[in-house]
């Protein structure tokens, strides 16, 4: 009897979901018969069958998600290929991946298969003892990379400039070292992978196929503030930090219920707009690796302090990468938090497939005119990107206006409060 | 608690002095370290006792005796008469040379100033170590530690193996008399080169063969070489045995190993092991214990003694504090049928899967006079490489030391060789490694020694 497992899927992902088996039990595919197709975040795997056998039992089904390590589905052979080591358990890839080595029970284990870095072994070994991760390295000598070129790279890297530190304006601000003239520039390349490149994908998707416009717009903060300082100890006690985005989110949620254009999506093929039933919202985080769209599911039906544990929990899983595909997908609307990193406004970029995106930028006190006077009021900036075929300015800024007047007036929520 | 329980301080304590072992201790004390390695039998481990070296050393003398009672001989013009053979000689002299080796790494091991230690070591906690033996109870307090303690045959349920009727292949190597029939079930290097030479000793063999193919993995057509050898000595091979099934007695099993860790208290020392029962280690052969290292078949990698080789330096250079790791792009495969077969990095099929476009070529040794001078025409090169940038990515070979040529190849693929490379550069002629060069043609097109079809 031979369990297929799901093996690691490599670039930090831990899930993959069945999209369709192509054989069922009773089967008998021969080896690396492609048996299923899976995906793992937005790349379709195929995966080859590990044995020649009948197929027994298929424990995953179509569209369930199974995590690394489960077993997929169960043939009736016996088979020492694991212990002979020739058993490569790596779904075959649409797009070639690089495998790690692993110490697994392959006697003829591969580094990477493409992109391939051409080192001879001594220069992997000065890499390795250097620190140097060959793939930053550019090669010199006719794609290969010699050791010199691993002692530039290593030098380079310790060289590098430090940045500027600028202390407030109460002391007296101290600058580091003067820039070491670096040796003559040489041009780096490092090949796009793992999120970065899904991120530059979907990026790309969205931008050519939707005609983004942005409405920006004010919203007077003080309302809100002072709603926060309110609440914010009684969150405490409940062991809640209390910030603006749960605030936020459910203020939010009315103005999606007014304006159902807004959460929808255009089936591009049918030419139909799918109104959204449901309200997930996408809630854009940053990670390590990049940007990270988690979602908080059903937001509708959350309270404040619901929201803010579960945003909790959701910032937490993108900084360390832990977060489930469920998790990172089907978000209704997304909203930006570009004031948490000091931002102001911007035009964001709509998370495909939705039809707008809501950045909200850094509560500042700014001077406005009320009444004929300047006053100092703390504004809040708003920039909402959306999808112009389905979408007119004056229903953007009309959806900006009714959120900024929630915002102004959160009190309103108790209105419909159940 | 023992009354009197003194405890040394060691700088470095090997657990283990097969090749994992006795290499990290030797390489330790190159570095300046001062050494001690426990080890309950003889120098040299499984591989050199009762493993690798026997094995081949019994190939050698079975391949002898078989020759003289071939008609090949007689070809050349050799007469022979009534050859015959001593089993109980033929142990000897193989434990001669077990001895031998065994001998001399016992040598180097004290010629490094390492001290060797006869016993069996646990852990006590995560600096200390306890060893038993018939000096007695020893107590060790270490500043690092490289676990080498090896593996044991992989048991079957219900089956437990007596060295009688249901063998190891260690067991199988020490019987002291041939049987008649002896029975094989296994796959592998281990299970086709004991069956091999059984077969050339006269014993009638079986081989039970679990799943579609012998050495799962390998290009099928060097195996068809491999199998029409196995024939000729007479051996029967069933496929998709199922070890359950099959009666006949007595059976060698090689059915993979195990990690021998059961002993060491791991727990004790807080030591994780792996999924797969093996000591769990980064690239650097750590533990999840930075000051304890594990190297070889111990950490359930693929058993081999050449990774158990660099991994025991590996370890030695790494808590002598050099960034050092283990990652071999590929690791060469021998198995020492007649023909012999080695192979090492992709097979056409494993690049294409990888994500490569695959160029291919092959080359009969029919075609080698090398082969021919040796009196053989069984065998082929063939070489697997990108299409895009004609890097080698894997090679097979199947004929006369094979095994030995395959070191040029796993260099030229560690280094990023491309065809070219291989194909510009001089081979002694008459060669068995013009072989290679010619596959190397063959897949650029234009081999001499053999008719394009392409």
Not at chain 1, 21 to 49: C, F, H, N, S, Y
Not at chain 2, 63 to 85: D, K, N, P, W
Not at chain 2, 263 to 291: C, F, R, T, W, Y
Request: negative net charge; glycine residues 8%.
């Amino acid at each position: 009897m031979y369990e297929f497992k799901l093996a690691d899927l490599g670039e930090g992902m831990h899930e993959a979901e069945i999209v369709e088996w192509l054989i069922k039990v009773g089967d008998t595919p021969k080896l690396d018969q492609t048996i299923a197709r899976v995906e793992t975040d937005k790349a379709i795997v195929e995966l080859p069958a590990p044995v020649s056998g009948k197929v027994s039992e298929i424990r995953v089904k179509d569209g369930e998600t199974a995590k690394v390590g489960d077993v997929l589905v169960i043939f009736e052979t016996t088979t020492l290929a694991k212990e002979n080591g020739k058993a490569n358990n790596a779904p075959a890839t649409t797009v070639p991946a690089s495998t790690a080595a692993t110490n697994g029970q392959s006697p003829k284990s591969q580094t990477q298969s493409r992109p391939r870095v051409l080192a001879a072994p001594a220069v992997r070994r000065l890499a390795f003892e250097l620190g140097v991760e060959l793939e930053h390295v550019t090669p010199s000598a006719n794609g290969r990379i010699t050791l010199e070129d691993v002692k530039t790279f290593a030098e380079r890297a310790k060289s590098a400039p430090e940045p500027v530190q600028f202390a407030p304006a109460s002391v007296s601000p101290t600058i580091s070292a003067p820039v070491q003239s670096a040796p003559p520039a040489q041009d780096e390349r490092q090949p796009l992978t793992g999120l970065r490149k899904r991120i530059a994908e979907h990026m790309e998707r969205s931008w050519r196929t939707i005609p983004h416009a942005t409405a920006f717009g004010d919203a007077d903060g003080g309302a809100l503030i002072a709603m926060r300082e309110a609440l914010k100890p009684v969150a405490q006690q409940r062991s809640v930090r209390l910030t603006y985005m749960p605030i936020l989110i459910k203020l939010l949620i009315p103005v999606l219920k007014e304006f159902p254009i807004f959460n929808a999506s255009l089936d591009e093929e049918r030419r139909e707009i799918i109104y959204k039933r449901s309200y997930h919202i996408g809630v854009a985080t940053d990670s390590p690796e990049g940007l990270l769209v988690p979602v908080l599911r059903d937001a509708d039906r959350l309270t404040i302090l619901e929201i803010a544990g579960k945003l909790e929990h959701l910032i937490e899983g993108a900084r360390k990468r832990t977060l489930s595909l469920p998790e990172l997908s089907g978000s209704t609307f997304t909203l930006n938090n570009v004031g948490s990193f000091g931002g102001g406004s911007g035009t964001p970029i709509i998370n495909h497939p939705e039809v707008a995106i809501l950045a909200v930028g850094r509560l500042q006190e700014k001077a406005i005119v009320q009444n004929g006077a300047i006053v100092a009021r703390p504004i809040m900036p708003l920039a909402l990107s959306f999808d112009h075929r389905l979408i007119d300015g004056a229903m953007a800024g009309r959806f900006l206006a009714r959120f900024s007047e929630l915002i102004e007036n959160p009190q309103q929520l108790m209105l419909d409060m159940r | 608690m023992v009354v009197g329980d003194v405890t040394t301080a060691v700088d470095v304590l090997v657990l283990g002095a097969g090749p994992g072992g006795y290499v990290a201790a030797i390489r330790a004390a190159q570095l300046g370290r001062v050494v001690t390695i426990v080890e309950q039998g003889a120098p040299g481990g499984t591989c050199l006792n009762r493993g690798c070296i026997p094995l081949k050393a019994l190939l050698t003398s079975s391949e002898r005796y078989y020759q003289t009672r071939s008609s090949e001989l007689a070809t050349m013009g050799i007469a022979t008469e009534a050859v015959s053979f001593d089993w109980a000689t033929m142990q000897a002299w193989k434990q001669g040379v077990v001895d031998r080796l065994s001998e001399g790494v016992r040598r180097l091991i004290v010629g490094n100033r390492a001290e060797y230690v006869h016993g069996t070591g646990w852990f006590i906690n995560d600096r200390e170590v306890r060893v038993e033996g018939e000096h007695g109870s020893l107590r060790f307090k270490f500043e690092h530690c490289v676990i080498a303690t090896g593996a044991d045959a992989a048991p079957i349920a219900h089956l437990p193996y007596d060295g009688k009727d249901i063998l190891t292949p260690e067991q199988a190597l020490q019987l002291s008399e041939l049987p008649e029939i002896l029975s094989f079930f296994g796959n592998d290097y281990i299970a086709l080169e004991l069956a091999t030479l059984f077969a050339r000793l006269g014993v009638k063999v079986k081989l039970y063969v679990p799943g579609e193919q012998l050495l799962p993995g390998v290009e099928p057509a060097a195996l068809r070489l491999v199998q029409a050898g196995l024939r000729k000595l007479g051996v029967q091979v069933s496929m998709k045995a199922s070890i359950e099934q099959i009666h006949e007695r007595p059976i060698v099993v090689s059915n993979g190993v195990v990690p021998r860790t059961a002993g060491l208290h791991l727990n004790d020392a807080g030591i994780k092991l792996s999924e797969n029962g093996g000591i769990a280690v980064n690239s650097m052969q750590q533990s999840n214990i930075p000051h304890i290292y594990a190297v070889g078949d111990c950490t359930g990698g693929p058993a081999f003694a050449t990774i158990a080789i660099k991994q025991g330096k590996v370890a030695a250079e790494s808590l002598s504090g050099q960034r050092v790791q283990f990652a071999p792009l590929v690791t060469p495969y021998v198995v020492h049928t007649t023909p012999e077969l080695a192979t090492v990095g992709y097979t056409a099929e494993e690049a294409t899967r990888a994500g490569y476009k695959v160029v291919s070529g092959r080359f009969p040794l029919a075609a080698n006079g090398r082969a021919l001078t040796l009196g053989t025409d069984a065998g082929v090169a063939l070489v697997v490489a990108s299409a895009d940038d004609g890097i080698l990515l894997g090679a097979t070979l199947v004929g006369p030391r094979a095994g030995d040529i395959i070191g040029q190849v796993t260099l030229a693929i560690e280094m990023g060789a491309t065809l070219t490379d291989l194909a510009e550069i001089l081979y002694p002629h008459p060669g068995l490694s013009e072989a290679l060069q010619e596959s190397v043609e063959n897949t650029l097109g234009r081999a001499i020694h053999v008719l394009a079809m392409k």
